[in-house]
């Protein structure tokens, strides 16, 4: 090339010619269709299990124990990544992803997302455990624990640990 | 290739040295010597055997086994092996002889070990080179007894005055943006126009990444964290840290799954070449070309978002395998755009390097010698330029590499030019490697079946990340990594920074920085001690430059 050679940027631009795009005045789509965004939940199959907080990498879920008998799966789109761990991991197909990226705003409370859970009541003491709607789910999964699911854990290991000392004939206090 | 007489050479060697265990796992081999050994074995190792220094590691094994552990880790690149040497450290005075002397490229790591575990190195000056100064003595962030939380309650020392005393003239270089838009200082000591003398002070984005991987994170969690050691070559960190889980774990990748991380790995590349070659074009003032690569570099954006789902931090990398597959419509889809990307990128080099300014700033400046660069065991292009012909893809094949063929650039002037051309030359053997893995990509799982990682077990991983090899080494542990040591690529080149700046013109010290492609927020990795307030440089008696 000669010692001009560099004026061809001039024909490289006139071909590129304008690639700004009029956003946002002109509204149009600037992602494709396999981008990640915002996730969403559907209240309806949520479970309250907790899976999806065990697998986010940020802790932009979390489980929280209100203490008055509801458990609260809080959403926060200000740690979120958009990685969609959760949406693999969801037992029931509670949480959808959404190309949704545009997610500024005034309202610290726009970017939360809570799901409130009633937890529910063991049969025995009456301390509070899980969640109903996960114990609808796993008896309806394994109808076989329906025999023992109303109580909760620790009920139903003392229960255990007492039938284990009976047989060998010891005294269970 | 049959190693095996290569590994009774490594062994004869070991045995040489007495007292010392000798073990050979796959690509790795594992030696423990007596400490006072250790510098016998190391001037053995990289100047008789030309290994390269990859990093050391230091290790709280005191859960574990009573003592503390370093691990030196040694690359032969020709022979396709990692040695990693081991040493003992007495719990209760962690002293173990350093190395620098004669591997000049572990000076930064025994500092890291120093600054983040205690561990003393005799034979050399100690000094900070990581945590602030501010951070308080005699608590070590990496020891397990300190909580991956910890908090000191820090006072802030503020001096007055800007610099070290010194007789020459000083140019403050940055902390914000010397070359990328990232803080790292750099202060050059100037007579007239030329540069006499270079000072580093870096570590400013230290994170605690190591720490928060090994305590608050699940092993597949970590794969999300690693990506996000550095925003532009964030995939070959994550799958660095999986291939040395899959390594330390022994777990079985589905072959498609090991193309697709390939092909990622390789658009990440293109995209990360095209940043820096626009970038040198900023810095050297032609913004034009600057303008057009960042939109040739456009559509590569566009192709990563398609095939992951995110322009950057693809989070499709987890141990085992990868999470979203290549359906035929996307293949057809990449190839057309790549092949647009080399046709308008071929034009504008051409033009780019008939510039008459750009050319003439590029050649023979920033010369980084090949006897230097070995000595401090630089990386990537910056090895590349300077007639060091290493390339991981090439010489310890991980993913899918070794189904394909490609050429590696080697240029031997070591000048700005040099590295300028390697990264072009590059990123064309990236596009054609796209698209020859495209081609071949084999039908099956993406992810493997089960996968199931035992305690206490060692992995090495080398990655050749856009600007040199990441390493990571990682110690299995129960639910998360045990230990887990990143080394970035920028880490080994900074050093170099030094000989290329010395004796040049000033104005191209900028130019000079970039060249290596510095990449900080990889470099330093942890902790940030927020006050608010300016930062100040304040002399102390060591004569090492600090911040209050």
């Given at each position: ?173 | ?516 492609d510095p990449c900080f927020s990889c470099t330093d990795r942890i902790v940030v001690i927020k006050d608010g307030r300016r930062y100040k440089l304040i002399p102390n ?8």
């Amino acid at each position: 090339m000669g010692k001009l050679g560099f004026i061809k940027i001039l024909v490289i631009a006139g071909e590129a010619g304008r690639v700004t795009r009029r956003y946002p005045f002109k509204p149009e789509t600037l992602v494709s269709e396999d981008f990640r965004g915002r996730i969403e939940f559907d209240e309806t199959k949520c479970i309250g299990c907790g899976a999806c907080v065990n697998a986010c990498p940020p802790n932009a879920l979390e489980l929280v124990d209100k203490g008055d008998g509801t458990l609260l799966l809080k959403y926060f789109i200000g740690r979120c990544i958009f990685c969609w761990r959760c949406i693999d991991v969801c037992p029931t197909g509670a949480i959808t992803g959404t190309r949704d990226f545009e997610l500024a705003t005034n309202d610290v409370s726009d970017l939360y997302e809570v799901v409130v859970h009633e937890r529910a009541e063991c049969s025995e003491c009456g301390g509070k455990y899980s969640t109903i709607r996960q114990k609808e789910y796993v008896v309806e999964a394994v109808p076989i624990t329906e025999s023992y699911i109303d109580k909760c854990p620790d009920c139903r290991k003392n229960k255990l640990l007492r039938a284990l000392e009976r047989r060998r004939g010891g005294v269970y206090e | 290739m049959d190693i095996s007489p290569i590994l009774k050479n490594y062994k004869k060697i070991v045995e040489s040295i007495g007292k010392s265990s000798f073990t050979h796992v796959g690509d790795t081999i594992y030696i423990i010597v007596e400490p006072n050994k250790l510098r016998e074995l190391a001037e053995i190792l990289y100047w008789k055997m030309n290994c390269y220094h990859r990093t050391c590691v230091g290790v709280d094994e005191r859960p574990l086994n009573g003592h503390f552990a370093l691990y030196h880790i040694f690359g032969d690149d020709t022979n396709g092996l990692h040695i990693v040497v081991k040493v003992y450290i007495d719990p209760e005075d962690p002293v173990v002889p350093s190395i620098t002397d004669i591997v000049p490229a572990a000076d930064w790591c025994e500092l890291e070990a120093y600054d983040l575990l205690g561990i003393k190195f005799s034979g050399r000056k100690l000094y900070r080179l990581v945590l602030p100064p501010t951070w308080p003595h005699g608590v070590y962030p990496l020891r397990k007894e300190t909580p991956y939380n910890y908090r000191p309650s820090v006072k802030i020392i503020s001096g007055e005055e800007i610099g070290e005393s010194h007789d020459k003239a000083v140019v403050p270089v940055g902390p914000y943006h010397p070359a990328l838009h990232e803080p790292e200082y750099f202060e050059l000591y100037v007579e007239g126009e030329r540069v006499v003398d270079v000072k580093y002070r870096g570590f400013h984005v230290h994170r605690g990444i190591e720490k928060l991987g090994e305590s608050r994170t699940t092993y597949q969690q970590v794969n999300f964290l690693a990506e996000r050691i550095c925003g532009i070559c964030g995939f070959e960190h994550s799958v660095c840290y999986a291939l040395a889980v899959e390594k330390a774990a022994k777990i079985d990748v589905p072959e498609r799954a090991q193309y697709i991380r390939s092909i990622v790995l390789e658009i990440e590349r293109i995209h990360s070449h095209l940043l820096w070659i626009g970038v040198a074009a900023h810095v050297l003032g032609y913004d034009t070309g600057f303008m057009h690569i960042w939109r040739i570099r456009e559509l590569v954006m566009y192709i990563a978002e398609k095939l992951t789902g995110s322009r950057k931090t693809y989070g499709i990398n987890l141990i085992g395998g990868v999470r979203k597959d290549i359906n035929e419509e996307k293949k057809k889809e990449v190839i057309e755009k790549l092949e647009i990307v080399e046709k308008d990128l071929k034009k504008l080099i051409d033009t780019m390097v008939s510039v008459p300014e750009l050319k003439k700033r590029l050649t023979g400046t920033g010369i980084l010698p090949k006897s230097e660069a070995r000595k401090l065991s630089v990386v990537g292009p910056t090895a590349r330029g300077s007639g060091l012909d290493r390339d991981i893809r090439r010489d310890l094949p991980y993913a899918a590499y070794s189904e394909i063929s490609f050429k590696v650039p080697v240029y031997s002037e070591g000048d700005n030019l040099a590295r300028f051309l390697v990264r072009v030359e590059e990123v064309f053997e990236s596009i054609s490697i796209v698209k020859q893995l495209l081609d071949q990509l084999p039908r099956g799982d993406i992810m493997a079946e089960s996968i199931e990682i035992p305690e206490r077990k060692m992995g090495v991983a080398a990655v050749e990340a856009p600007r040199g090899e990441d390493v990571h080494f990682i110690i299995t542990g129960r639910g998360k990594p045990y230990r887990w040591k990143v080394r970035a690529p920028t880490y080994n080149n900074i050093p170099a920074l030094k000989v290329m700046l010395r004796d040049q013109a000033l104005a191209d010290a900028p130019l000079t920085i970039a060249s290596i492609d510095p990449c900080f927020s990889c470099t330093d990795r942890i902790v940030v001690i927020k006050d608010g307030r300016r930062y100040k440089l304040i002399p102390n008696k060591g004569g090492v430059v600090l911040y209050g």
